[in-house]
């Protein structure tokens, strides 16, 4: 799925014929608990073997996704991502949206902690939203924050209406993505066809 247009609207450089630099790294340390990191990495080895044969098919996270030309400051970093539609698999430091042909992911997870969970579910949903991402997941593998640890939306005309409530047994809910999760053990895991 393609962003909508005026998020991809390339912001005018004041020092027009300098480059813009859109920085991969932050400098800033990356803290995880064992269960944060844990999640994160069994997520993305399960969903990489998943959409291993689809060419089509990028997976990333922990990576600065820029989602406006000229616009450093505006960026997201999800923890998992899913880009359906990629023109390749190679390798990137950063995702850049006009770089991709605006092709948004198909869908994002957060790991919920005390420090993300507030951004997560406002600044970064409404991103997220904005960007066209179909769905939308938190996952809290220390079940401290989110019911049932494990809650979603999926893009709908106008928003994001449909939420699956906390703890959703059913996983993702659209599954025709080709792939879904669910909480099994404490911990997410992939739900693959």
Not at 45 to 73: E, I, V
Not at 88 to 102: I, V
Not at 136 to 141: E, I, L, S, T
């Amino acid at each position: 799925m393609a962003a909508p247009g005026a998020l991809l609207d390339a912001r005018t450089d004041p020092a027009a014929g300098q480059p813009v630099e859109y920085p991969y790294s932050d400098g800033k340390i990356l803290m995880e608990t064992d269960p944060h990191a844990r999640s994160i990495i069994d997520m993305r080895d399960q969903l990489d073997t998943h959409f291993k044969a689809r060419q089509d098919a990028y997976l990333a996270g922990s990576m600065a996704l820029y989602y406006r030309q000229g616009d450093p400051a505006a960026v997201v970093v999800p923890d998992v991502f899913v880009v359906l539609g990629a023109a390749h698999k190679q390798a990137r430091k950063s995702y850049l949206l006009w770089e991709e042909g605006g092709v948004v992911p198909s869908f994002v997870v957060e790991v919920a902690s005390r420090s993300t969970s507030r951004r997560d579910t406002t600044s970064k949903r409404a991103t997220y939203e904005r960007m066209g991402v179909c769905e939308y997941w938190r996952f809290d593998p220390l079940g401290e924050l989110i019911a049932g640890r494990l809650e979603g939306w999926r893009l709908a005309a106008g928003g994001w209406p449909l939420r699956a409530g906390a703890g959703c047994a059913s996983g993702w809910l659209a599954p025709e993505r080709g792939a879904g999760a669910g909480v099994a053990g404490g911990a997410v895991a992939a739900a693959l066809p």
